[in-house]
């Protein structure tokens, strides 16, 4: 026979009135693990990210120009409000009163200017004639001269009226263009978009510009937060540094030329130094354009060297100006965008997304500038680099 098995102990009830131990029902489905993210998910993620920017760039292309220039307000006038917001000012009137005066500064700066262009421009088209024969004459001078000194077999009369045409179409074409330029550009801007919607939309980011800021930083994988946030602060580094510097140079160097070319005499100063002014913003292309500008249109209107040496002493006095003051002082060692990079970027984003392009070329140019050296400094820390050359055995 088998032996008896033992019988389990029977359960004691509990005394009455005690407490009944209860057990947690066993939780069901069980809460998942979260699985680490492998190299491949991540490079989609980065890559769907940025061809879905890009595709947005593509499709919203013609409604976003008041938008970025909204956010490139916003980001400007960000460190005068935390400046004021820490003496005490609420951020929405902060940056109530900034939107607000900045606005009131264009409007004034708008009605100033533009009876001043209108007035040049009519100019141009009235002298465009004289200038061209002024011109015309001051080339044909400079020939004789080098036909007399050189002997007529290095300067020939064919290769003198050849010159004396091409100049003078060339000033015909430099006052159309810049008659075609300023009328244009005056277009380009819609003006209801312009007074409107873009001091709106620039309200409203630099009122919630730390909120925004801390909800994208929340959405940061948290994996790559920390590396994130450093290529972030890098970037504004050298973008405020570069951005706001080099606005306040267009400015100076505009006021500077505009009014020294008008007090040598020239007709047209008001228009070429602001021009200058504008296109200074991408390095080197400003001063080049309006020096050659007004040296050609000093030569039309007073046909005498003396007047070109003037034109051209006050360019030199905007070169020293630029040099060793405004550029030292206004951005120092802070800026890391080379200038060929910068005019690469200027050009690659106006041929890809037009003035849109543009506006963004310059914060796209300083994010990969950063970001290139971030992997530069890997890759120099990197096995890639460092490992040591084979010896043979």
């Given at each position: 026979?088998?032996?008896e098995e033992p019988?389990?102990?029977?359960?004691v009830?509990?005394p009455?009135g005690?407490?009944?131990?209860?057990?947690?029902?066993?939780?069901w489905p069980?809460?998942?693990?979260?699985?680490?993210?492998?190299?491949?998910?991540r490079?989609?993620?980065?890559l769907?990210?940025l061809?879905?920017i890009?595709?947005?760039?593509?499709?919203f292309?013609?409604?976003l120009?008041?938008?970025?220039?909204?956010i490139c307000?916003?980001?400007?006038?960000?460190?005068p409000?935390t400046r004021?917001?820490?003496i005490?000012?609420?951020?929405g009137l902060?940056?109530?009163?900034?939107v607000?005066?900045l606005a009131?500064?264009?409007?004034?700066a708008?009605?100033l200017?533009y009876p001043?262009?209108?007035?040049q421009?009519?100019?141009l088209?009235q002298?465009l004639p004289?200038?061209?024969?002024?011109?015309?004459?001051?080339?044909?001078?400079a020939?004789e001269r080098a036909?007399e000194a050189?002997?007529?077999e290095?300067?020939?009369?064919?290769?003198r009226?050849?010159a004396?045409?091409?100049a003078?179409?060339?000033?015909?074409?430099?006052?159309?263009?810049?008659?075609r330029l300023?009328g244009?550009?005056v277009?380009?801007?819609?003006v209801?978009t312009?007074?409107v919607?873009?001091?709106?939309?620039?309200f409203?980011?630099l009122?919630?510009?730390?909120?925004i800021i801390?909800?994208?930083?929340?959405w940061?994988?948290?994996r790559?937060?920390?590396?994130?946030r450093?290529?972030?602060?890098?970037?504004?580094?050298?973008?405020?540094a570069?951005?706001?510097g080099?606005?306040?140079?267009?400015?100076?160097?505009g006021?500077?030329y505009?009014?020294?070319l008008q007090?040598?005499?020239?007709e047209l100063?008001?228009?070429?130094g602001l021009?200058?002014?504008v296109?200074?913003?991408i390095p080197?292309v400003?001063?080049?354009?309006?020096?050659?500008t007004?040296v050609?249109?000093a030569?039309?209107?007073?046909?005498?060297?003396?007047g070109i040496?003037?034109?051209v002493?006050?360019?030199?006095?905007?070169?020293?100006?630029?040099?060793?003051?405004?550029y030292?002082?206004?951005?120092?060692?802070?800026v890391?965008?080379?200038a060929?990079?910068?005019?690469?970027?200027?050009?690659?984003?106006g041929?890809?997304?037009?003035?849109?392009?543009?506006l963004l070329?310059v914060?796209?140019a300083?994010?990969?500038g950063?970001v290139a050296?971030?992997?530069?400094?890997r890759?120099?820390e990197?096995?890639l680099y460092?490992?040591?050359p084979?010896?043979?055995?």
């Amino acid at each position: 026979m088998r032996p008896e098995e033992p019988r389990p102990p029977l359960p004691v009830p509990p005394p009455r009135g005690a407490a009944v131990p209860t057990q947690p029902p066993p939780a069901w489905p069980a809460p998942a693990i979260p699985r680490a993210a492998t190299r491949s998910q991540r490079m989609a993620l980065v890559l769907g990210a940025l061809a879905a920017i890009l595709f947005a760039l593509w499709l919203f292309s013609a409604i976003l120009t008041p938008f970025v220039l909204a956010i490139c307000v916003a980001y400007f006038l960000d460190p005068p409000v935390t400046r004021m917001r820490r003496i005490g000012v609420p951020r929405g009137l902060a940056a109530f009163l900034l939107v607000l005066g900045l606005a009131a500064l264009c409007l004034l700066a708008v009605l100033l200017l533009y009876p001043l262009l209108i007035a040049q421009i009519g100019i141009l088209i009235q002298r465009l004639p004289a200038y061209v024969t002024g011109i015309s004459t001051l080339v044909q001078q400079a020939l004789e001269r080098a036909q007399e000194a050189f002997g007529p077999e290095v300067v020939d009369a064919q290769l003198r009226d050849l010159a004396v045409r091409q100049a003078g179409a060339m000033v015909t074409f430099l006052g159309t263009a810049v008659g075609r330029l300023i009328g244009g550009g005056v277009a380009l801007f819609n003006v209801f978009t312009l007074v409107v919607v873009t001091p709106i939309v620039a309200f409203y980011l630099l009122r919630d510009w730390p909120r925004i800021i801390a909800r994208v930083d929340s959405w940061l994988p948290r994996r790559s937060a920390h590396t994130l946030r450093q290529l972030a602060r890098d970037t504004d580094r050298v973008l405020s540094a570069w951005l706001r510097g080099q606005l306040l140079c267009c400015l100076i160097l505009g006021l500077f030329y505009a009014g020294g070319l008008q007090l040598v005499g020239l007709e047209l100063g008001l228009i070429v130094g602001l021009m200058a002014g504008v296109l200074s913003f991408i390095p080197y292309v400003g001063s080049l354009t309006g020096f050659v500008t007004a040296v050609l249109l000093a030569a039309a209107q007073f046909g005498s060297w003396q007047g070109i040496a003037l034109v051209v002493a006050v360019f030199v006095a905007g070169q020293i100006l630029e040099g060793y003051f405004i550029y030292p002082r206004l951005l120092g060692d802070r800026v890391e965008l080379h200038a060929v990079w910068v005019i690469f970027a200027l050009f690659a984003g106006g041929v890809a997304f037009g003035f849109l392009g543009v506006l963004l070329a310059v914060p796209m140019a300083a994010a990969i500038g950063v970001v290139a050296r971030y992997w530069l400094r890997r890759y120099l820390e990197s096995p890639l680099y460092l490992d040591p050359p084979r010896t043979g055995s």
